[in-house]
Each structure stands twice: as structure tokens, then as C-alpha cells.
């Protein structure tokens, strides 16, 4: 058994530590929820944007994954992955790097809400002699990006695809409004929206001769509170892998399934305000301040202890470039425990996404006890 | 004269775009304010980041700097830096990594608050035979870190590093607070706050027989208004060097002095919304909403066109992980230009620290007009 405690407290701070145990119950939490139904689970890798944890999550090694970034895709597909949907609304620009992907073997895809981007992708099939799969983003709540499932553009865009070089791969879609709402009831109630939303379109696709292959869905609140599957043929999710307090403050996860925290050291004190100061800043935790709406607000993220134990409403209250200020939750009446200078602390983040994406590796606690940390390289940029 | 327009739309989107011409506009203007007093410019590079940055806007290239990290300290002394504060208050378990600088030929200084510090840098001086030079850190405003200057600890950290293997080097601090007021006479003031509070500590020090050789002061908004430079050595600033729409949101900057911007091409528009989507989310403009709480809330950034002029009341107004939302200000009466799919525009951030922090490189435009663009890295981490 190797002393988790004095490992950690080798390392350099701020630093960003990864609990397999937990990112791989998280991960098989959802699987057992999506598999039984014949529906296959496409997890989004822009939370992880690692290899090795590429490797852990995907039981075979090769997809199929979603990606953010065009990077993504790339590396990921360095890396063996043979099934990528890129999800972001492609660039006429980016197309050369998404035929360059698809001529080493990986079955990228893109999507697409407009006619711009249709005749840019058939444009760029046939230019390459590769029919470039394409899947048309819904908009089934109003969130962001995508074609209204009843909108005549739909079966345009279908067209147009179909009729040229290119390929429609199917729709896709995903409630960005789940992540307003708390509880599984209320996600429930999106991901139904979510779902019919994507088998109308693809109904509508198919009625008028069009092929929907791809029939896809999903967030981290609707995957784990979807109940009909009828229509789907997958299922996608990203930031249940680590989870993170925005996740748990609308009841997807509890505390003890964030698998992702910042190690940081006690560098000082002001006493007459109850702080604590640490090399933790937002540089470290990221800006990301979504508990800030939410019924708690965990400041810049909630304060455990070395092994991780939440330690009941100590947050990082404030935080500059490269300090944070911990000090107990206004209201809350709680104090601030004595942390003598170099107390190292783990901290909880906002969000899983933006604050690994601060860090340029994790230190993994391996799921063995017996096995050392270790550490996995993570990427950035696009 | 090379098209500059036509260079940048062969960038990938997102990308950092760095206006050189402003950026050293910027630095000779704080130079100019700095230098005739007889005090030295310490930039503060936890901005820039950058080799390459640092050799353009350090004349002598070989310092004097201040670093946020020792990351930082390390990738500027192998690059010639002779001269460096880390100004973070110093983690005992980080100095093995100061000696180790020092004894690559890098006069690398560190700042503490307390005596735990003082006692960590005392010892680690003895054990390495290698008197490390520290700076008390005062607290002149009730910002965050620090001793008040007519605190007895003052006296007592002195005394505990003046009388070890240590040197004490002098005294430093921030006026943090003058982040949180605008205009010249309110940084002026802050200005004057921040230097009663170095030079009274340097005295009381002094008054004790106690060396104080430095006497550092500074952030971005009190050096462009100190007038008063008695009995300092030294001024520090950071983001001066790029500036940003919090810093034009306090008065210190015009919007034509931000140096830094991020491309990023319209992928799609909500027309009944007035919105168009971008590939620019936080990811590419960091979490940062500094502005959220000044006069004029920026979105998380204020839109450009590709030669950098500003288009106005035109914001992000929403920005998820890889998606942007341009849309008029609330309230503005604007309406949204026809933006085809495939535009590309240029965003001035919230924040140059942060927003840089989320790319390994600068796609610089070069002050020469008849230079093409170039790249220069930058570097993250601790």
C-alpha cells in the first residue's frame, strides 16, 4: 500500500490530480445506463483531452468518440480512434484538415445547420473524391446552435447533402438547457425533448427519401436521466467522466464522483479576515464560476483534504491570477480550521472542462492502491 | 506591403492575434512615465508568457522581470533573464527550484508575509550555502497577501532573515484595489496608498538597523498614475504591456491599445435571435467576465473586424465550451451586420492574462508592415 498522503506531498502545486477509481465507476455508471438498450455511447472527449484517459474509457480502444476541436481529432486518431464526430459546426477552412483525418483511416464527421456549410462540405467531397459524412445539428430547446426539427431547411440541407458528394450521416442534437434545471425529473423531461426532437427530424428525413443512419443525443444531465430510447442510435456525454460541482449542484452526481481536483499549498494567512491564501489562483481553477447562479455557490471550488474528504463549507472565496482565498462559506457560520503554512488541500472544481484545460498533465491515483501515481499528458489548443 | 487580411484568413480558427506596434506603443508609454524618475520598470511576464515577447520588450534582455510562477522563472533565466522576483508568496517545498536558478546565474528573489517562510527561506539558504534574497510582502490596501506596514511582524520577518543565511532584499507590494475603481485621480490615489505603504515599512526596516535595498511597488493602473516616486526603487506592471477591456473599463487604456485579439470565423447564425455562432467560446477567450461588473459589460469580448477596428455594441454575448454568440449589446439599439458564413472577425478580451493563458502561440503582426506575419510561443504551467 503506498502512502497516497506523501506521494502528493512530492509534488510541485498548483497540480491537477485524477482519481481513476472514480472517473472509472463514473464511466461505467453511464454505460450500464446506455448499453442495455442497444444504444451505442459516443463519450465527448473535450473534458479529457488525454490518450491515456482515452484508452481507460473506450472498453476497445477505437471510438466512437466526440471531439471539440479538430486537435482533438487529430491526436485521437493518431491514437487508434476509428470513429470521431466533431461537433462543433464546421468551417468551409477547417475541411482540408477533416479529409487529411479521414485519409488515415479515422471516420471523422462534422455537422452542420446551414446551406453555407453543406455546399462547402459536398464542394470539398467531391474536390477530394471522399464523400465526407455530415450530420445536420437540431436544435431542440432553443440553446445555441442547429436546425428546428419542423423546419423546412431540414429537409434542404438533406437534400443538398444526399444529392452531391458528401454523405448525411444522420442529426444530432443537444439539450444545452439541461444544465439549467436541477433534479432527474426535470432532466428527464429534456432528455425526452432531446430525443423526440432528433427522431422527428429523422423521420422527416426518411419520409422524404433521405437516409438518418445517425440518430444521436446527448448530454451529461439527459444520458443519465433518458428513459425512452426508441429512435436513438447513440447516445453522447462528456463531463460525466469526472463530474464536477456544477454537476452535482443540479443533482447529476454527489461530491464523492468528482474524480478531477487542484492540489494546492498554504502559503499565508490573514487572520483577521479568516483566510487562508494558497498557490491556487484562477489560473489554477480556471474563471469558470458556474456554481455562482446555482442554489450553493462554491465560490471558486470546494476545499477536501489531502485524501480528498470534503471539508463542509471551506470554499475558495476569492481568487487572483496565482492566489486563491479559502475561507469559509459567507452565512454559513462555519471557521476557518487552522492550516498551518504548507498545508497542502485538494480542491473541487466548477467545471471539469475548463479547469483541466489549465494543466498540461494529471497525476493519476491509480485505481490499484498498490500502484504509485502516475502521470497522463493532456493536450490543448485546436 | 503584405495584405494583412489575406494572411489571416489562412489562420486556423481560433487564434491569438498579437499586434506588435501596439503592444511596444504600450511599453514605451510606461517606460517613458517610469524611467525619468530615476526608477526602474520591473515587467510583470506573467502576461506575455513568451521568450520572445520578453526579448522585445525588455530592452537589455536580461531583465529586470517579475514572474507569477516558476515556470516562468526557469524558461526566462535559460533565456538570459538575470533578475527575476517571483511574486507569489514562496512555498517551502519550491525552493529547492529558486536554488536551483540561482545557481544557474539568475539573481532570483522570492516575497513571504510570515514567519514560517521566513524561517523556510532561512534554512534552505544555510542547507545550500546560497543566501536567497527575499522581499517582505506588505499589504498596503486590504487587497489579499501581505503585512501591514506598521505591523510589528515587519520588524520581526526583517530581523529573522537579516540575522540567517538569507538577505533581505526590501519590500514589495500591490495596490490591488485600484483594480476596483476608475480614472486617473482614483489610481493616483491608490498610487499614492501603494507607495506611503512601501516607503513606511523601507523606514521602519532602516530605523532598525535592517537593510532595505529594494522598495517595489506597482500594477498596471497606479504606475500609469503614480507622481510620486519618492523613496521607491522600483515599479512593476503587468498588463500594461497588452492591455485589455477591463483596463480600457477603468480608464487606464483606449480600446486601440488592446494588442491582443482573437480570430475566430462565423460558423452559423439564429437569424430570428439576431445572433451569429462563432468557433470562438470560453475555451478560446478564456472564462474571464471582468467586465461584467464595470460601466459597460463587454460579453466576453467586444467584436472587430479582420483590421482590428472596433464594431459597436457588438459583444459575445454567450460563450459555451467551443461556441461563441455575437449579438448587439442589450439595451444598444444595434443591430446585428450581415455576417455570411465563413466571416471572420477579431475579439478584444475581457482579460490579456487569461485569454492569452488558453494558447501555446502568438500569430504576431509585425510592426513592419512588410513583414509577414509571424509566430512567437508562449508557455503554461507552474
Keep these: 500500500m503506498v ?9 510541485q502545486t498548483p497540480a491537477l490530480i485524477l482519481d481513476e477509481r472514480k472517473m472509472m465507476r463514473n464511466v461505467l455508471r453511464l454505460e450500464d445506463r446506455i448499453r442495455p438498450h442497444g444504444v ?13 484517459v482515452a484508452r481507460r474509457i473506450l472498453p476497445e480502444g477505437f471510438g466512437p468518440v466526440t471531439v ?69 445539428e437540431l436544435d431542440c430547446d432553443d440553446h445555441r446552435s442547429g436546425v428546428a426539427p419542423d423546419d423546412p431547411l431540414l429537409l434542404e ?9 458528401a454523405e448525411l450521416r444522420g442529426v444530432l442534437t443537444h439539450a444545452g438547457e439541461s444544465y439549467e434545471v436541477y433534479g432527474r425529473e426535470a432532466h428527464a423531461g429534456c432528455a425526452e425533448v432531446e430525443r423526440r426532437a432528433a427522431v422527428v427530424a429523422a423521420e422527416r428525413l426518411r419520409a422524404a427519401g433521405l437516409p438518418c443512419p445517425v440518430v444521436s443525443v446527448g448530454s451529461t444531465p439527459t444520458a443519465h436521466a433518458l428513459t425512452c430510447f426508441d429512435g436513438l442510435t447513440e447516445v453522447r456525454a462528456g463531463v460525466f467522466t469526472f463530474f464536477d460541482l456544477f454537476q452535482a449542484g443540479i443533482g447529476v452526481c454527489e461530491m464523492d464522483d468528482i474524480a478531477i481536483s487542484v492540489l494546492t499549498t498554504v502559503i499565508g494567512h490573514q487572520k483577521n479576515k479568516g483566510w ?24 471558486y471550488g470546494l476545499v477536501c483534504d489531502m485524501e480528498g474528504r470534503v471539508l463542509p463549507d471551506l470554499i475558495v472565496l476569492k481568487a487572483n491570477q ?10 454559513s457560520g462555519a471557521t476557518l480550521p487552522e492550516f498551518p503554512v504548507g498545508t497542502m488541500l485538494r480542491i473541487l472544481p466548477n467545471h471539469a472542462c475548463a479547469t483541466a484545460a489549465q494543466y498540461d498533465r494529471y497525476h493519476v491515483i491509480p485505481e490499484d492502491p498498490d500502484v504509485p501515481l502516475t502521470e497522463w499528458s493532456r493536450f490543448g489548443g485546436w
Design 40 to 52: 451505442s455511447l459516443r463519450p465527448h472527449l473535450k473534458t479529457v483531452k488525454s490518450i491515456e
Design 322 to 331: 496565482e492566489h486563491g482565498i479559502i475561507a469559509p462559506r459567507p452565512g
Design 157 to 165: 440541407l438533406g437534400t443538398v447533402l444526399h444529392n452531391s458528394a
Design 276 to 299: 487562508a491564501i494558497t498557490d491556487a489562483g484562477w489560473m489554477a481553477m480556471s474563471r469558470d464560476r458556474g456554481s455562482a447562479g446555482q442554489r450553493v455557490d462554491q465560490g
Design 68 to 136: 471539440s476541436t479538430l486537435n482533438e481529432a487529430e491526436q485521437f486518431a493518431a491514437a487508434g480512434v476509428r470513429d470521431i464526430i466533431y461537433s462543433v459546426g464546421i468551417a468551409a477552412q477547417k475541411l482540408d484538415r477533416v479529409v487529411d483525418v479521414r485519409a488515415r483511416g479515422c471516420d471523422l464527421s462534422v455537422i452542420l445547420d446551414n446551406l453555407d456549410q453543406a455546399r462547402a462540405v459536398a464542394e470539398a467531397s467531391a474536390r477530394n473524391g471522399m464523400a465526407i459524412p455530415a450530420l445536420i
Design 3 to 11: 502512502e497516497l498522503k506523501s506521494e502528493l506531498a512530492a509534488l
